[in-house]
């Protein structure tokens, strides 16, 4: 790693490896990837290991733990970077997947953006260098999260709108917003983000192990489809969570197909498995692509290639 800054090398690698998967079409978030550092948004973090987790962080010192600290944080994976009693509750996303839901936002300058999720403060960093520190809110409900993040950004040089707050709620006192972004995993679409939206903006979040992308037509209605891009993110904590999702733990007899435990996680157990094997063979094995969902007025609703098709299901606005 030559060069008096050795994280610059390891960032122009990792967007070697994006370009190399497809991602970062855009110069502009090429740029992004290759000038925020991502290091500093995660001065410790825990890799998975048999039996719990091991920490590595900037300050270890041990220089060859401190150099694999610092390759790590360059890895195209996601990074676990607070825990609570065991459970992840704040992480730094796999930057491949980040890149793709930054791009597929096909954001404009002077677009402003909520973020739903601070995290450590890279993702909003990585908006802040795209559109500005004005143009860009980052909401989290937990005040240690925000506080950290909020650091994180001041130390590479960003000042976004770091918000404490119920990211279900958005952040009225910012809107309105051109794009609104999660990067935790929703139960059902928060009835004020719409509100809160421009006409023909757009909302992109995670739903069941998937990423819905909503256009918004105004305060009541919104529609859209899924990407074909798996996603797993952290549980959104507020007004607006749930518990997870049910699909784990199927019979032996049913498949284990990332498709098909997509269409249980989104009808969440209002689909007996059993039928919605039936459902699912029966539509040709569909994936991500051919679900979407429906907003109107309190009625939201996800739905099988047709919002007024045959196969659809309720979405509960209240969680």
């Keep these: 790693m030559g060069g008096t800054d050795p994280s610059r090398d390891l960032r122009a690698g990792l967007v070697r490896e994006l370009l190399a998967g497809g991602a970062l079409a ?17 001065p410790y973090f825990y890799l998975g290991v048999v039996g719990g987790y091991e920490r590595l962080w900037g300050e270890d010192p041990d220089p060859l733990r ?18 609570r009693d065991g459970e992840l509750v704040s992480s730094s996303s796999q930057p491949s997947l980040m890149a793709r839901m930054l791009e597929y936002l096909g954001v404009r300058d002077g677009h402003t953006i909520l973020e739903i999720g601070a995290g450590t403060g890279y993702n909003a960093a990585l908006l802040a260098h795209r559109l500005g520190d004005e143009n860009v809110t980052t909401v989290d409900l937990d005040p ?32 309105p917003f051109d794009r609104i972004m999660a990067t935790c995993a ?16 757009l909302v992109l979040a995670p739903l069941a192990t998937g990423l819905i992308a909503l256009r918004v037509l105004d305060a009541e ?3 859209g ?15 607006g969570s749930a518990p997870p999702a049910r699909g784990d733990g199927l019979p032996r007899r049913l498949p284990r197909n990332d498709d098909f435990r997509f269409l249980l996680a989104l009808t969440a157990g209002r689909l007996d498995p059993v039928d919605a094997l039936d ?23 996800a739905w099988l290639d047709d919002p007024d098709g045959p ?4 979405l509960d606005p209240t969680g």
């Design 221 to 223: 209605h919104a529609a």
């Design 66 to 83: 401190r150099e694999r600290w610092l390759t790590e944080a360059y890895a195209d994976a996601p990074l676990a970077t607070r825990l």
């Design 311 to 314: 196969y659809n299901w309720p």
């Design 144 to 175: 240690e999260i925000t506080d950290t993040a909020r650091n994180h950004l001041a130390a590479a040089g960003y000042h976004p709108a770091v918000v404490t707050g119920d990211g279900a709620r958005g952040c009225p006192s910012r809107a």
């Design 225 to 239: 489809s899924f990407l074909a891009t798996p996603a797993y993110f952290v549980p959104l904590r507020g007004g």
């Design 26 to 42: 855009d110069p502009r978030w090429r740029a992004a990837f290759e000038e925020v550092p991502r290091h500093l948004f995660v």
């Design 279 to 301: 459902v699912w063979r029966d539509a040709g094995e569909p994936g991500r692509e051919r679900f979407g969902v429906s907003v109107r007025g309190a009625r939201q609703w």
């Design 186 to 201: 929703l139960p059902n679409v928060p009835p004020a983000w719409l509100a809160q939206c421009r006409p023909d903006a």
